[in-house]
């Protein structure tokens, strides 16, 4: 089974605190995807990553940034946490590029950022 | 744009059949997956179409109409454990698009 686990379920910052979430797949997966999922919204894409070093933005890429030095390992940074991004990030892996391919999503982190 | 409209909440009996609806726009089409998510829980894949017509998995069925920019995700026999949101996604030019999600309330 494809596991993918996110480093806290739940977490409470304070405004103009820096963030870390933390995404681990453990199947080998070259992509890894970062959204945060609000109510009416669905899930917006944040950041992507195809590969190890490399990412791209996604739809809504402001105020966050990512890391990937590991290929299992797919990180997202809040530099200065803001109330708007109060939310439920969920991170997610797929196998390939190719277009069909499953995305696997984590538990998600629900932060609150005060 | 693009964008993808689903129910906001639906709610069913056990045992009965339900049908939720999603139509999309977006630029690129690429297949179309469904996702149930419990509360509080990680979304899990239950469907993927990328040829019109419908795709059966036991008790879930997903239809696809390109043409039409439209799927529906048919339950059947449903269950209390079914009561959940189901998220509608579509593989656009280079990634992933979600709808905001139906939510699926079953009551005895």
């Known amino acids: 089974d494809v596991k993918v686990t996110q480093s806290s379920r739940y977490l409470v910052k304070r405004t103009g605190e820096k963030v870390f979430l933390e995404c681990v797949q453990d199947?080998?997966?070259?992509?890894m995807f970062w959204y945060r999922q609000d109510p009416g919204l669905g899930l917006r894409l944040i950041y992507f990553s195809y590969d190890v070093k490399m990412k791209e933005k996604g739809d809504i890429p402001e105020g966050y940034s990512v890391s990937r030095e590991k290929k299992e390992r797919f990180s997202l940074i809040l530099e200065s946490a803001s109330t708007n991004q109060t939310s439920m990030y969920l991170c997610?892996?797929?196998?390939?590029?190719?277009?069909?391919?499953?995305?696997?999503f984590g538990p998600g982190t629900r932060l609150l950022v005060l | 744009g693009q964008n993808i409209d689903q129910p906001t909440e639906m709610t069913a009996t056990e045992g009965a059949i339900v049908q939720i609806n999603c139509t999309y726009q977006?630029?690129?089409?690429?297949?179309l997956f469904w996702y149930q998510q419990h509360a509080g829980e990680a979304p899990t894949f239950l469907s993927y179409n990328v040829l019109d017509g419908l795709e059966e998995k036991g008790r879930f069925s997903s239809f696809l109409s390109r043409s039409k920019g439209y799927s529906y995700l048919l339950l059947k026999e449903l269950q209390m454990k079914d009561s959940a949101s189901y998220l509608c996604a579509v593989w656009g030019y280079n990634k992933l698009i979600f709808g905001a999600g139906t939510r699926l309330a079953v009551h005895p």
């Open positions: 199947m080998d997966h070259e992509n």
């Open positions: 977006t630029s690129g089409f690429n297949g």
């Open positions: 997610a892996s797929s196998f390939s590029w190719r277009l069909n391919e499953t995305q696997y």
